[in-house]
């Protein structure tokens, strides 16, 4: 009798060893399952939070700030520079070299582009710079809630928030104005920036397309900003 022919791509076991597993057998339930979204959760949130705690103690963060500082004066020097036919978009792309992603634009010498980028970007760096200001000035103030007096500016701890004493005026100041602007404040930064960032690739960057919408939104957020900082005025 002759045996039976071996399926292909099979080779017959040896006597007493045990069977090879199959393709569909069942994964080791010893080892950790891997993939999308089966890592612990531990990780993610705690970077998260390491984000949100550290990003005020970054470069980039004081970078931002530093350009929303010199716009103003640098947008007030190019206009007179650009209607002289001066390097003015080459100046408003060397600022612009302090925020990512803008580095590898054109330099524009200048011309009409660079005089209404200065002119439309304007009323934004004026109510970024004020923004911006009040904001880091809380935090100081915030911080160091006993020094106030150093500034012309009196405790009265006894009808302050945590008062009547100096310590717990201090602590209340401290952790809800402080420290909440303290980690609000690069965020607000950031989108500041990126706008005033975007404003600049659309109008003097040539991008006509997103031009339009980029200069309403950036006079939108001027305008409520503006419109917000009255009362901030009015309370000084």
């Known amino acids: ?68 500082l010199l716009a103003v004066p640098v947008g007030l020097v190019s206009l007179p520079l650009a209607a002289a036919g001066g390097p003015a978009g080459r100046l408003q792309y060397g600022l612009a070299r302090l925020l990512p992603g803008v580095a590898g634009g054109p330099r524009t010498p200048g011309g009409p582009r660079a005089f209404a980028h200065a002119l439309l970007a304007l009323p934004l760096n004026v109510v970024a710079l004020m923004a911006t200001c009040y904001g880091w000035a809380l935090v100081l103030l915030n911080l160091a809630w006993p020094l106030r007096p150093l500034v012309g500016m009196p405790l009265h701890a006894e009808r302050s928030w945590g008062g009547p004493s100096v310590l717990g005026a201090w602590l209340v100041h401290a952790a809800g104005g402080g420290v909440t602007f303290l980690l609000a404040m690069p965020w607000i930064c950031r989108g500041l920036a990126a706008l005033q960032a975007r404003l600049l690739t659309s109008v003097l960057g040539g991008r006509g397309g997103a031009a339009g919408t980029t200069v309403v939104l950036a006079l939108l957020v001027a305008g409520g900003g503006a419109v917000l900082a009255v009362p901030v005025v009015h309370q000084l």
Not at 13 to 20: E, F, R, V
Not at 21 to 39: F, I, L, N, V, Y
Not at 47 to 55: D, Y
């Open 1 to 68: 009798m002759t045996s039976a022919p071996t399926p292909p791509n099979s080779s017959p076991s040896a006597p007493g060893s045990p069977p090879s597993p199959s393709p569909s057998a069942e994964p080791d339930a010893s080892r950790p399952p891997t993939g999308p979204g089966t890592g612990p959760a531990g990780p993610s949130s705690g970077s998260r939070l390491a984000l949100v705690l550290g990003e005020p103690f970054r470069a980039r963060t004081w970078r931002r700030v530093a350009h929303i």
